[in-house]
């Protein structure tokens, strides 16, 4: 009962702020509401900040001051424009994960109590804050050895913040998909659960280091993109320290002319980079925006701040690669099959309609470059399929379609006219050919072999089993109730002997 109320409190003080800033009933779109509430905002609005300013621009103000929940919110509704509407959601895809540093004394006490020394005996020097977002903030040091590291510390308290604010937010969710049916489609209490999951992941900085190094070993391969090493003595729960690396920020677009970066091969390197992590490792750094990508002295793409990553398992990754290969090679038809494959359309819906909706969103982006593609449309479209064919969220599938987004926006600024299809199609080409390609069938081929043979010895014994059933059943006489059941026994028969010939012959074959 105390919870409930705590919660309720929570969600009036993030009422009044939204008010505050004409972000709860905004003026721009009183006319919709019913006359009382047109009453009410017309009252909310006496006194309240942002005049001049979009209702995007208002709400993100009120998400900052609301503090970190609500900035993660803001930041995961900005991948939703088909609830929110496109205007809305760039304003929040711009919102600023920005707060003022706490104070250097309250910082050294963290290091001090996460590895019980001082930051003079651990560092040779220890900055002012360098940067501070809603969890936590950069400074950079010099170790004892004279290398260069950024250390990141937690807010203090901010893990009991983080609590109490998603599980308000649980419970309002739970009241939305309760009343709104047109809502409940988009699983807000999912939705919340995910971005809940993926906060708590970032507020244990050691679950940083492992996402900072895995992905390092998985880019081992790719001298063109660097991930900075983790100094793992110096790491903690609260206390992340990683090698510094120096370069021009990616949003820094004069200093990188200055420099005579190739900003076309720079914006393809960005979606190789980001589509090789997602299609071939499953695991990707899912907040790629401008300030987490730094170009380094020798040109190299280095990626930082590990704190949302996503992880894709097998199926989704060859589902995923499917779909964005159907659409490179106009199968539209062989693309409508993914979806209901996967599940992501439910079974009564027509595939050769869903096949015709993909076409008429696919066909006018063919040999077409950015610059030519209104993207909002072509959205908008798209989300008008999946409300027409009853598609749900996946929320597995969030983080993914967030980090496409904001990997799209950052190569359409190096490079307003690169053609994103031709910039995907040689990693997408690849890992649907590594999958699902003639190799990858001889080595399922191999694996299913291999597990029939495995269960091959146990195959007199059921045989042994299903004669003793006959026995019993000729003994005893036929009953109508053993119909199944000799049917079933004898189908069990069948299905080892043959299981067992193929095994035999695709053995002899692949060796």
Sequence with gaps: MFAAIADYARLARAGWTLMRHDALIPREYAHLAPGALRGLGAVMRIGARGWGKRPGERLAAAFEKLGPA????????????????????????????????????????????????????????????????????????????????????LRPQIERKAFLEFRAFSRAARHVEAVSPALRRMEPVRFIETLKASAAIELDLRMEAGAASELAENLRSEPQVRVPEVVWALSARRVLTVEWIDGDKMADVAALDARGVDRQALAKLVIRSFLTQALHTGFFHADMHQGNMIIDPEGRLALIDFGIMGRLDELARRTFAEIIYGFITRDYKRTADVHFRAGYVPEGHSREAFAQALRSVGEPLQGRNAAQVDMSRVLQQLFDVTAMFDMHLRPELVLLQRTMVTVEGVARVLDPEIDMWDAASPVVKGYVENAIGPGAQIQKLRETTQKALDVAPDLPQFVEDVGRAARVIAADGYRPDMRDERKSGVRLVWIFVIAFAAAATALMILR
């Excluded at 707060?99 to 005996?121: C, H, L, N, T, Y």
């Excluded at 977002?133 to 950079?140: F, K, L, N, R, V």
Aim: aromatic fraction near 8%.
């Design 70 to 153: 609500y900035v993660k919110l803001g930041q995961f509704m900005a991948t939703r424009p088909d609830i929110i509407g496109f205007e809305l959601a760039d304003d929040l895809a711009r919102l600023q994960d920005k707060m003022p540093p706490f104070s250097q004394a309250q910082a050294r006490a963290e290091i001090e109590r996460a590895f019980g020394k001082s930051v003079e005996d651990l560092f040779e020097t220890f900055s002012e804050p360098l940067a501070a977002a809603s969890i936590a903030q950069a400074h950079q040091a010099v170790l004892k050895d004279g290398r260069k590291v950024a250390v990141k510390i």
